[in-house]
């Protein structure tokens, strides 16, 4: 049973990487759900021990990307291969909130040779089972989602009817939420083999740089015991399959 961290500084890894993280998802602004890590901590993740995907997500909002933004795109995904980093974490929508294969596709072949994470743009999608089999015929390892809810504790029967769907043709990735008070529950949904966490914690801030506006209130931290639970309780479920 595997753990994926998602970090969005370099403290934040080294939490990650310390509490016994088997994977990252390397973002920036997490508060935003995750954008495009700069290329110096796409660099300096690279040092990590254990695999390293990096978010493609150019701007907060939508997944709706113009031809622009497209290039842009292709050029993050260069300074991830530039980079060595395992792999990237994409996704796109159409106007209906389906996904956007035909961008996909050339997005996928453009990172050809990385490891490739559908994100939680799928939950946007109207049709989960239908994105799923998309995400299977576009040569996904995984798929990153909440089931279609804010959290993945609320679309656990959801999230196991991908499971189900994808037969172990790719994996389904819960995420959102997900903590050691809830990963046993959906842990009962299904044999999922992975779960996403952000296992942060609020910390005490300055409140002059909060005044300057240099920070946001309730701001939150990649917390190494955090990490270190949620890990103990999988390798825990893994011992008593």
């Known amino acids: 049973m595997k753990l994926e961290v998602c970090v969005d500084t370099i403290a934040g890894l ?37 695999p390293v995907y990096a978010m493609i997500r150019p701007r907060v909002g939508n997944f709706i990307f113009s031809p622009q933004e497209v290039d842009l795109m292709k050029h993050e995904i260069d300074a991830v291969h530039n980079a060595k980093l395992a792999g990237v974490v994409l996704g796109a929508n159409l106007e209906t909130g389906a996904l956007d294969a035909n961008l996909l596709k050339t997005l996928i072949e453009h990172a050809k040779g990385l490891g490739m994470t559908l994100h939680r743009a799928i939950d946007l999608a109207p049709d989960l089972i239908e994105a799923t089999h998309t995400a299977v015929e576009l040569g996904f390892e995984r798929i990153l989602s909440s089931g ?22 790719l994996s389904v990735m819960p995420g959102s939420g997900v903590n050691v008070q809830t990963a046993p529950k959906i842990l ?29 209130a309730g701001a939150k931290r990649t917390d190494e015991k955090l990490v270190r639970a ?5 390798q825990n479920h893994s011992a008593s399959q």
């Not at 080294?14 to 901590?41: F, H, K, Q, W, Y």
């Open 14 to 50: 080294n939490a990650a990487v310390a509490g016994g993280a088997d994977r990252i998802e390397l973002c920036s602004c997490l508060a935003m759900g995750g954008l495009t890590p700069s290329v110096g901590l796409m660099e300096l993740a690279a040092d990590a021990p254990i």
């Open 230 to 234: 949620l890990k103990m309780l999988l």
């Open 148 to 169: 279609g809810a804010y959290k993945a504790i609320d679309g656990v029967e959801s999230l196991a009817a991908m499971h189900q769907a994808a037969a172990r043709r």
């Open 188 to 216: 009962k949904a299904a044999d999922f083999s992975e779960l996403h966490a952000g296992c942060s914690a609020t910390y005490k801030q300055d409140q002059r740089l909060l005044d300057f506006g240099f920070e946001n």
